[in-house]
């Protein structure tokens, strides 16, 4: 929350005093302007209770097409910062969903039939106008946070709807076919990123955009996931 700008002080020879008096005031009012983007609670962008919810609980939600992984089920905490993040730019809370993203990847690569190796991480791509209203991209913010190089292999083939409002079967017509790969895989292993996997129709496209350029494709991994679950 951005406190609203504050007159300059007009008496420039006020006593120290007051002067110290609206020091203390303006830090004051800085502490107390930050809500808390997971309970409301004055204080701090995020309070250590919330924190504590981020602490990552890793969901496999079922896909036919490419594996799936999430550090969080999108549900409270994860929810409302995840939402603080898209909707109202707090991009300083990215830092706190790293460790589920990372749990993500370290599940995906643990186990049989585990990928050999990670070549790039390749981000869903975010749509203009959500470029627009938001002015980040939070799936590629996210990637560049993985430690494996990034590619954007990714871009929209057409204008797809907004997803959100659509079910399972709406969702997967709305995007059959949006996406395609900018550049040629050859055989290079990529895992997919994103922030929230609802029914997983965009990540089985985007697997199915990257395998028609020749990329393997190790799976798809995101900070939190909705919907159906395995
Ligand atoms: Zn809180």
Do not use: H, W
């Not at 370290?106 to 002015?135: E, M, S, W, Y």
Request: glycine letters at 10%; a positive charge.
């Amino acid at each position: 929350m951005i406190p609203e700008p504050r007159s300059r002080p007009t008496d420039v020879t006020a006593p120290p005093r007051s002067a110290l008096r609206r020091v203390v005031q303006e830090i004051a009012d800085l502490v107390f302007a930050s809500v808390c983007a997971g309970c409301g609670a004055a204080g701090a962008a995020l309070c250590l209770s919330c924190e504590a919810e981020l602490a990552p609980r890793v969901v496999r939600p079922r896909s036919d097409v490419v594996p799936l992984r999430a550090g969080l089920v999108f549900d409270g905490v994860a929810a409302s910062v995840l939402r603080a993040v898209k909707e109202e730019g707090q991009t300083s809370l990215i830092r706190s969903l790293r460790p589920a993203l990372a749990a993500a990847v370290d599940d995906l690569c643990a186990g049989a039939g585990a990928p050999r190796r990670i070549d790039a991480v390749v981000p869903l791509p975010t749509t203009r106008a959500a470029f627009r209203r938001r002015g980040f991209r939070v799936p590629e913010i996210l990637a560049r946070g993985t430690g494996v190089p990034l590619l954007r292999a990714l871009s929209y083939a057409r204008r797809v709807q907004d997803q959100r409002g659509l079910d399972a079967r709406e969702r997967r017509a709305n995007l059959a076919g949006g996406l395609v790969a900018s550049r040629a895989g050859e055989g290079a292993a990529a895992l997919i990123v994103d922030d929230v996997i609802t029914t997983g129709s965009t990540c089985a496209e985007a697997a199915r955009a990257l395998r028609a350029a020749g990329f393997q494709v190790v799976g798809a991994v995101a900070v939190a996931a909705t919907g159906r679950r395995g």
